[in-house]
T-cell receptor, first 115, second 115 residues
Framework: EAQVTQNPRYLITVTGKKLTVTCSQNMNHEYMSWYRQDPGLGLRQIYYSMNVEVTDKGDVPEGYKVSRKEKRNFPLILESPSPNQTSLYFC??????????????FGPGTRLTVL | AQTVTQSQPEMSVQEAETVTLSCTYDTSESDYYLFWYKQPPSRQMILVIRQEAYKQQNATENRFSVNFQKAAKSFSLKISDSQLGDAAMYFCAYYVYNQGGKLIFGQGTELSVKP
């Protein structure tokens, strides 16, 4: 089954404790991105990757890191999480960045709470 | 900067009735794409419908249709014959060319369907 998977689905952590949210897709997609969803703000892009080894900042990159060493994986790293990073996180992928043409597939979401 | 606004945080519709969700956007671009996504309680993001700005004809997908008013920068979603399974958060989104495949999302409208 073609899908985007994220782990963990739920995470409660404390301020300053480094964490990684994994994202993997099995569709051989070139393009991957991360969004965060907050009430009243919709979804906002954190980082994106056009292809392996090429990543760039989205609209809200502060406090986050990413890496794209393999085509299928795009982990989101929070080096020192803070309470304002409590949010619902989505990973997404598509064949290319032309998401108007190539549908963007979203993962199931990761609910992160930072105490 | 491009923005997307959904002015109705919550909407309610009776089963089998029709409901329209509003969305306005701001852009100086002439060519772009617009989307409606559905997010049920499972949190999965599901593409409902998309519209190319250069097309005059409004997009339709079964019970879902849009009213695209380019001059007014309006992109509303009409759901006909509402079903209980339509209950979800609905997001309007705008695709930005040459900005890393980013989708700009509105704040969302929570739709409830009454039996």
């Amino acid at each position: 089954e073609a899908q985007v998977t994220q782990n963990p689905r739920y995470l409660i952590t404390v301020t300053g404790k480094k964490l990684t949210v994994t994202c993997s897709q099995n569709m051989n997609h070139e393009y991957m991105s991360w969004y965060r969803q907050d009430p009243g703000l919709g979804l906002r892009q954190i980082y994106y990757s056009m292809n392996v080894e090429v990543t760039d900042k989205g609209d809200v990159p502060e406090g986050y890191k990413v890496s794209r060493k393999e085509k299928r994986n795009f982990p989101l790293i929070l080096e020192s999480p803070s309470p304002n990073q409590t949010s619902l996180y989505f990973c997404a992928s598509s064949l290319s960045s032309e998401v108007y043409y190539n549908e963007q597939f979203f993962g199931p979401g990761t609910r992160l709470t930072v105490l | 900067a491009q923005t997307v606004t959904q002015s109705q945080p919550e909407m309610s519709v009776q089963e089998a009735e029709t409901v329209t969700l509003s969305c306005t956007y701001d852009t100086s671009e002439s060519d772009y794409y617009l989307f409606w996504y559905k997010q049920p309680p499972s949190r999965q993001m599901i593409l409902v419908i998309r519209q190319e700005a250069y097309k005059q004809q409004n997009a339709t997908e079964n019970r879902f249709s849009v009213n695209f008013q380019k001059a007014a920068k309006s992109f509303s979603l009409k759901i006909s014959d509402s079903q209980l399974g339509d209950a979800a958060m609905y997001f309007c989104a705008y695709y930005v060319y040459n900005q890393g495949g980013k989708l700009i999302f509105g704040q969302g409208t929570e739709l409830s369907v009454k039996p």
